[in-house]
């Protein structure tokens, strides 16, 4: 099979569509022949050299994709050969074809179309984990996402409303704000040109639940944009990883911070989220409340314009990589 292979860490030009072995499902495993992968910015700090696979995951990247199954593993039940997947992964979706744990399957849902289901596994199992599993959203709620316009941000907005919650979002130009209005963003904060805290203070009162990616550079000010009982939850670094918490503050509102990761879990506590997102958020997929939201659809053997076109940024959602030519 062909699959995308990084040569040395490094730029963009450093991603070579080779052949490599194909791959084989063990005990609980399954073989998926992929139709798309999706890209995510973990992916562009692996091929950097930042973002090691975990032990034993496959060093090819790619942390979700559909496609069909091609074969099931000893002992797995509930699934058949030809089946339509989308899948959680700890690597291997810039391929032909990928082994993945059959606790990590979901069934493509409703009238999602193969290719752009493919979008849908890490952002679904991020937000979800992150926002409902430990965060609580609820109806009422005020949910503040920064980053509203990428893959993670375009999910969380219609999560967020789905579950009847007030959605603000942060992003960086009207353009990109407006998107999110449409997408059903309730407040929406030009990061650039206005302070977050003192527009959801103004508008809201504070967040109930906060979904970060900026970490340091944004610690400070998520825990005064808190509301009493609020919970903030850090699922990116790209302001940082060392920051100062001022405690006082965090104590005067009951508040928490929660720092997560999903990638590097065990596959039974991934089994555990897929299960939760298949039975809570799929049905939230399949009667059109929440969808996968693509920019751009490019061919995998182009998966270094896919890296470029990310790292210019005016990319809204996501971005796929098809299989198949």
């Known amino acids: 099979m062909h699959a995308i292979t990084i040569s040395e860490p490094g730029g963009p030009e450093s991603l070579q569509w080779t052949e490599v072995p194909d791959p084989s499902p063990g005990a609980g495993e399954v073989l998926i022949d992929v139709a798309a992968s999706a890209v995510n910015r973990a992916d562009l700090l692996q091929r950097q050299g930042h973002y090691p696979p975990p032990p034993g995951a496959s060093d090819v990247l790619g942390l979700e994709c559909s496609g069909t199954i091609a074969e099931l593993g000893e002992g797995v039940e509930g699934w058949q050969v030809g089946d339509e997947v989308c899948a959680l992964l700890a690597g291997g979706g810039y391929a032909e074809k990928v082994v993945v744990p059959a606790v990590q399957l979901l069934p493509v849902p409703g009238e999602v179309e193969l290719i752009s289901?493919?979008?849908?596994?890490?952002?679904?199992?991020?937000?979800?984990?992150?926002?409902?599993?430990?965060?609580?959203?609820?109806?009422?709620?005020?949910?503040?996402?920064?980053?509203?316009?990428?893959?993670i941000g375009t999910h969380a907005i219609q999560v967020g409303k789905a579950l009847g919650a007030t959605v603000a979002v942060t992003a960086g130009s009207a353009e990109r704000l407006e998107r999110c209005r449409q997408l059903g963003a309730d407040l929406t904060i030009n990061y650039r040109e206005q302070d977050f805290v003192e527009e959801l203070k103004k508008e809201t009162?504070?967040?109930?639940?906060?979904?970060?990616?900026?970490?340091?550079?944004?610690?400070?000010?998520?825990?005064?944009?808190?509301?009493?009982?609020?919970r903030l939850v850090v699922i990116g670094f790209q302001g940082g990883v060392k920051g100062e918490l001022n405690l006082g503050k965090l104590g005067a509102k009951r508040g928490s911070v929660a720092v997560t990761t999903l990638r590097a879990r065990p596959v039974e506590d991934k089994g555990r989220i897929v299960a939760d997102v298949r039975e809570r958020l799929w049905p939230l997929i399949e009667n059109g409340s929440v969808r996968p939201v693509i920019d751009q659809v490019i061919p995998m053997a182009e998966a270094a314009d896919a890296h470029r076109t990310l790292e210019e940024g005016g990319v809204f959602g996501k971005v796929v990589l098809t299989a198949k030519s």
């Open 117 to 151: 289901a493919a979008g849908l596994p890490e952002v679904a199992c991020t937000v979800w984990s992150n926002v409902v599993m430990h965060a609580g959203l609820g109806e009422g709620d005020v949910f503040l996402c920064h980053g509203g316009a990428g893959g």
């Open 205 to 230: 009162g504070g967040a109930d639940v906060i979904l970060d990616n900026m970490g340091a550079k944004y610690l400070g000010r998520n825990v005064d944009a808190l509301a009493t009982n609020g």
